[in-house]
């Protein structure tokens, strides 16, 4: 591994006949997919040039055609010919010989020449099946076409829009964090840290937003709040504690918690969420979405809010509050998290930063009790150390920088007015639905007549090109929800928000 | 929320007296810190100022200082301030009125007007205690000084060394990730998918070089090769699950299998690493370091990979092959890994990519048979839906520019060098110790004389700003190996190796 083959002059100017020549045949289908209009085309030439030498297509020796002739074929600027010739050089993939031109390189050494082959006896999952522990493929998901973006009306929920993404903002960010000292703090290994300037931004800019403080040493960030959810589920949950879900609520809360107890018990919410009642009292611990009950989109009042707390306190009850999308729309009617009225210091508090930014950043946090967040820590530690640091100090500029902020405005801009006009249209075009809607919340819970399967609706709206969420999921009685569906509008665009509505009114209309 | 408070004129004109108005010493305060030589000069000054203004130090309509008054102050040109005060004009951080100034704008709206501030009883680390479910600060851990960069003698394991970071490389990979369509790629929720780009980048260039051949739907990206261990071991871990470790073996697998499961079995080691006796065949899994057993360092022959495999075929244990620096150091004497010569698909294979390039990035990866990376895709999604798509994107491009390999190349050569620096100086200053190191390892694994308590050593070491890292916690039995020791070299700077083996050698003496 590692060491460059010799590469023989003998290969080079005799025994090797380059592939194809000057064959503008074969030098096109080699750099088939250029994206001539793309940016980096320097970098997509030599992307095709490393995979076509790993890949064996152009073998060792092999001559390359000369810049002029390979930018003539590709209509790209000789000049980009010549840079991505001479970093392949600089590279060791090709080697520059005086007057006759650039040649393939040899490949580093590869170990042993046995390959991974797996005979077809292997390959059967019954064999596996026996050997697992649990069966993750077997819990019920919440289901959206991976393709979303192809479809004309996405009414999916928290999902990319890339006409809300800060593109130069975040691009200063990341720019800055590769600085030689920002790399510096960001490559090592932190064991159990986390980046204190991200840390330091959550309780300079993030928190205070939901009227949260807290110390450095009652924080912790995650990959995503889902990660959150399950490094709380695994610390509190044994294989006998009792922990309630609102019912309806989120899915994959559900599961994580279903991973590690049978006692997960369904409690009752209504049109303030989640109600404190006997069933509440005797869980060791609830998940609750009081800012927008998942997926009713309903807002606890603040006397609910204190009940609960009270309740909780009472009965010795930890409280993991899920705010995920708690800050995304400034909206009359929004009220403070239970963790801001906890006075007993009943609440775990999840947050997401990567729901405002982008879903694939996968960035979250934990805000609880300092010994709380000490034994998360040590979980975490065991688990994956921590969330990569690079993107935690982009993170941190990001927010340091103001962006978020401003970000966060516009956003807020953005989604509320989406808000308003599917207020008027939903009475318009949904006529045989009713719907709930909290302020803040980025969705619409919207039921139809009983007996209908929202799934088969779901369906038949995407061959109009609207996708929805059936309901279904998030009941732990499935047919309990099947006639309801999740309306979001974080990704779908703002002029197309009507002509959407109009067509799922149709099939809506159609099925009923 | 979101909302910029209206700033009223009179605000400005009269009723708040900027905060020291053009008094140097406030404005030099609030700039403390600013690094003068550092980059980035005027992304400093914006994040100073969002800081003060988000944190109350200039209150809404204080008057900022004129950008020629500032720059005086701070010994920057003038320009830089005037760039920055127009940028924080755009995010309504600041607003500008004609011949007057800037003046500080308002902050947004806070939701809630009570904060977070638990009681002390709360702080109370017993309450909590009484409600966790498991405690995993309890559990013996690798403890390296977090500060390790700041001794000149770090011989410690698997950290970064930045002299040897591919920084420029990096550096064009991360910005071609920030183009557009490159964005639109990364931002989204993969749900549980990974980066094609990157998949098939360990497919092409990674896997081969370790003899490793596997389709798409055998490989998974994870969060660091730890988080691999983690996802194992929950889908394969029941409470009686039999798993066998190495003993003398690596803590964090023994910790993670610890948490799933009282039956932890230490299986014996010899000068081949791993044995096939009837301990091995009792397990239904056995975690396993073919290319180097951690910690001892031994390479394992071919003769003694093969009887592994078939222990393992004929008794049905799964292997969990850890090929934590496999394939940092081209030297003769490797072996291709234990899954590229199985024939049975008993392997699990975990790899790191994170270690080649920097730790902070936390990227790994596991390759096994089709079935079981679907399942572990289904646990993945649940835990954290996905490593962040930004990295795995800007690794992909990385690797498919070339510069993976051309890194490991660089990196091979200067660690060899090390090693053989080493092998030369060892019997030199440690002749009081025994050592051993296979072909390829970034470690040796020393022993003391028996008695020496290299938990002291190490200490000792420290304060001549020497680290190394003691051996007990490798052990099950923590007194088998409190006399060895682990002395890495991947991060300890090529010229300064030989002073501190040499101030090593005067500790161990002492202690000796």
């Not at 210091?345 to 805000?367: D, E, F």
Request: proline share 7%; aromatic share 8%.
């Amino acid at each position: 591994m590692g060491k460059i083959a010799d590469l023989r002059q003998s290969d080079v100017a005799g025994r090797v006949t380059p592939p194809g020549g000057t064959d503008a045949l074969f030098w096109g289908s080699l750099f088939h997919g250029l994206d001539r209009d793309g940016s980096f085309l320097q970098l997509q030439v030599r992307q095709m040039i490393v995979s076509a030498i790993e890949d064996g297509r152009l073998p060792l020796g092999a001559r390359m055609p000369s810049s002029r002739d390979l930018a003539a074929v590709l209509k790209v600027s000789r000049n980009t010919i010549v840079i991505a010739y001479e970093q392949l050089v600089d590279q060791n993939f090709l080697v520059a010989r005086e007057r006759s031109g650039y040649f393939v390189a040899g490949l580093p050494r590869h170990i042993g020449a046995t390959t991974h082959e797996p005979s077809p006896a292997v390959r059967d999952d019954d064999r596996w099946a026996s050997r697992f522990a649990l069966r993750p493929t077997a819990y019920r998901n919440i289901v959206k076409p991976l393709d979303w973006q192809a479809y004309p009306y996405p009414f999916i929920f928290g999902q990319f829009d890339p006409s809300l993404f800060p593109t130069n903002d975040w691009r200063e960010s990341a720019r800055a964090a590769l600085s030689v000292p920002e790399i510096n703090n960001w490559a090592r290994d932190m064991i159990d840290g986390d980046d204190p300037a991200l840390i330091e931004q959550l309780q300079l800019q993030v928190l205070p937003r939901r009227g949260i403080r807290a110390r450095s040493d009652e924080i912790m960030i995650t990959i995503g709040a889902q990660h959150a959810l399950y490094l709380i589920a695994k610390l509190f949950i044994g294989p006998t504690t009792r922990i309630g879900v609102e019912e309806p609520g989120y899915p994959d809360a559900r599961n994580i918690f279903g991973l590690l107890t049978p006692n997960v018990v369904p409690l009752r919410i209504d049109g303030e969420g989640l109600m404190p009642d006997a069933d509440f009292e005797s869980c060791a611990l609830a998940y609750v979405t009081a800012s927008h009950q998942c997926p009713t989109a309903v807002v606890m009042p603040l006397a609910r809010r204190h009940a609960l707390l009270q309740a909780a306190r009472s009965c010795g009850v930890i409280l993991i509050e899920d705010d995920y999308d708690g800050e995304l729309i400034p909206e009359e009617g929004e009220l403070p998290p239970l963790m801001s009225l906890d006075r007993g210091s009943n609440v775990l508090y999840v947050g997401s930063l990567s729901k405002a930014l982008a879903p694939g950043l996968r960035l979250g946090y934990v805000v609880a009790p300092a010994p709380v967040i000490r034994e998360l820590r040590a979980l975490r530690r065991l688990m994956l150390r921590h969330p990569p640091l690079n993107n935690q100090r982009v993170a941190a500029l990001f927010i340091g920088l103001g962006h978020y902020r401003s970000h966060l405005a516009r956003v807020g801009d953005v989604l509320l007015e989406r808000a308003r006009i599917l207020d008027g249209l939903l009475p318009r075009y949904l006529r045989h639905c009713t719907w709930s809607r909290g302020a803040g919340s980025t969705h619409y819970w919207l039921s139809c007549r009983p007996g209908t399967d929202t799934v088969k609706l779901a369906e038949l709206a995407r061959a109009e090109g609207v996708v929805i969420e059936p309901g279904d999921v998030f009941s732990m009685n499935e047919s309990a929800s099947r006639h309801c569906f999740r309306l979001g509008f974080s990704s779908i665009r703002t002029e197309r928000i009507e002509a959407g509505i109009e067509r799922l009114g149709k099939v809506i209309a159609r099925v009923a």
